[in-house]
């Protein structure tokens, strides 16, 4: 596609259960970034991927974040136990390179009831 | 941990006004400066990116200095129009990316 995609655009979920967000990176973007937004707050940096080096993982909040990325492709961030903090939009990147201009995708709004 | 820092927080201004705002950032380890304007419902759009000091880049109206050896970055928007206002942010590094918490702006018509 032309640009980064994710889905869901919106996820409700109830406290204590797991959700699975997805971001599709614009293809050729060797590099994926994932963030999040609180209310209220500012852009928090999660984890990264590089081409098929070890990501990054020192923004994940907590054990129960994970992510997994297969190759230069789709990435999927996992939220296990979900707490009513994770409530947040969730947003994915991508770019060419490290410390490339990053192209984000429109974001997953996650609520946890 | 590297402190991104913006200000103002917010500005309001008038239509055809110029303005600035700062990115200020720790000079140790510098490696990449990113600007971004985030509208309202919408994703962060990539305005630059800025490696070496003394970098200007322009982009219509808008352009951006950088000084990494005192680390800071100005933002500048010449004769600033009502789709102008957004939230700019800038961030910091190369993966780990550090954000400010942005400058809102609102540019009255």
């Keep these: ?113 | 941990i590297l402190n991104v820092e913006q200000s103002p927080q917010s500005l309001h201004v008038q239509e055809g006004d110029s303005t600035n705002f700062t990115c200020s950032f720790p000079s140790s380890n510098f490696y990449a400066l990113h600007w971004y304007r985030w509208e309202t419902a919408k994703s962060p759009e990539a305005l630059f990116v800025m490696t070496l000091n003394g970098d200007e880049k322009k982009k219509g109206r808008i352009s951006a200095t950088l000084n990494t050896k005192e680390g800071y970055s100005y933002l500048y928007i010449k004769g600033s129009q009502p789709e102008d206002s957004a939230t700019y942010l800038c961030a910091l590094g190369s993966h780990d990316m550090r954000f400010g918490a942005g400058t809102r702006l609102t540019v009255k018509p």
């Excluded at chain 1, 852009?43 to 992510?67: C, H, V």
């Excluded at chain 1, 961030?77 to 490290?98: H, K, M, N, P, W």
């Design chain 1, 1 to 113: 596609g032309a640009g980064v995609s994710q889905s869901p655009s919106n996820k409700v979920t109830e406290k204590g259960k797991d959700v699975e967000l997805r971001c599709d990176p614009i293809s050729g973007h060797t590099a994926l970034y994932w963030y999040r937004q609180r209310l209220g707050q500012g852009l928090e940096f999660l984890i990264y991927f590089q081409g098929n080096s070890a990501p990054d993982k020192s923004g994940l909040p907590s054990d129960r974040f994970s992510a997994e990325r297969t190759g230069e492709s789709v990435s999927t961030l996992t939220i296990q136990r979900t707490q009513q903090e994770d409530s947040a939009v969730y947003l994915c990147a991508s770019s060419f390179g490290l410390a490339g201009m990053q192209y984000f995708g429109p974001g997953t709004r996650l609520t946890v009831l």
